[in-house]
Nanobody
Framework: QRQLVESGGGLVQAGDSLRLSCAAS????????MGWFRQAPGKERVFVAA????????YYTDSVKGRFTISRDNDKNTVYLQMNSLKPEDTAVYYC???????????????????WGQGTQVTVSS
């Protein structure tokens, strides 16, 4: 079994930073693509960022490029999403997900992912 648990969300002001964590447990994620998605109230879950657990390319949706950074710590079995210069439109529940070695085109599709965390709320006030 594989499990993902997010943490690090909270209420911040516009321009502030937050770092979300996704702790992975169970069997190895070495062949998995790790993604971050977000879902605002009344809207669909959308792609934010992704990377291969083994390293290599990273992917971002246009609205977060230059502000968000996805990374991982192998020793801690944790994936991070560093979010800087937060905006009110970044307000959402953020989810961590894992999909078995996804191609670049599939990283942005929620249905491509096999495992999901429970989500963590990020609220950015103006």
């Amino acid at each position: 079994q594989r499990q993902l648990v997010e943490s690090g969300g909270g209420l911040v002001q516009a321009g502030d930073s937050l770092r979300l964590s996704c702790a992975a447990s169970g069997r190895t994620f070495s062949r998995y693509t790790m993604g971050w998605f977000r879902q605002a109230p009344g809207k669909e879950r959308v792609f934010v960022a992704a990377m291969y657990w083994s390293g290599g390319n990273t992917y971002y949706t246009d609205s977060v490029k230059g502000r968000f950074t996805i990374s991982r710590d192998n020793d801690k079995n944790t994936v991070y999403l560093q979010m800087n210069s937060l905006k009110p439109e970044d307000t959402a529940v953020y989810y961590c997900a894992a999909g078995l070695f996804l191609t670049a085109g599939r990283t942005v599709v929620p249905d491509s992912y096999d495992y999901w965390g429970q989500g963590t709320q990020v609220t950015v006030s103006s």
